[in-house]
């Protein structure tokens, strides 16, 4: 009985001591200031195809986050002009959207995708970038623009509409890390060179 005693009575020794190093852990939690982890601040951007367009990245990184322009990204990669949006510019962009991809002719769009058309799908893809950083506040009525596929596009404005041959600004000053875009409602084609 008595080494029944003693052996409880270690235990309880025992016991008393976790219970007592239990609480240093919890007391010693509890008067730790807990970090606050602060909010990282919401960077301003233009919202276009469900996705928020930032100055943080570049005008192709914004492009493939817009659900509006999955034709247009698939068109640039197919040209390999991806890399070169990609970097420093400035650049003007003038991105028609999808539905604007799909009021062209029936099969064009797949036909410029094709690998033998590329030269063409080049030009018609250099027929919408302006060297240069240009805001719709830059864009003004009669300008003339010259394209990196080197023909000039016009700009008119009416009643705070900016047109850039036919094609209508929907959104303006999509600001990216490398330049402007102007989203724009139809396709901008060259003229065939002779």
Known sequence: MAAVAVLMGFSACNNGAKMEEANKTDTATMVAPVAETPAAP????????????????????????????????????????????????????????????????????????????????????????????????????GMMLTTVQGQKLKVSQKDGVVMINNAKVTISDVISSNGVTHVIDAVLLPSAKK
């Open 42 to 141: 919401t960077e301003e951007g233009v919202m276009v195809g469900g996705a928020m367009m930032v100055p943080s990245k570049n005008i192709v990184e914004n492009a493939v986050g817009s659900a509006d322009h999955t034709t247009l990204v698939a068109a640039v990669k197919a040209g390999g002009l991806a890399e070169t949006l990609m970097g420093d510019g400035p650049f003007t962009v003038f991105a028609p959207t999808n539905e604007a991809f799909n009021a062209l002719p029936a099969g064009t769009v797949e036909k410029l995708l094709k690998p033998e058309m590329k030269k063409d799908l080049v030009s018609v893809l250099t027929y919408h970038v302006v060297p240069g950083a240009l805001k719709a506040s830059d864009l003004t009525d």
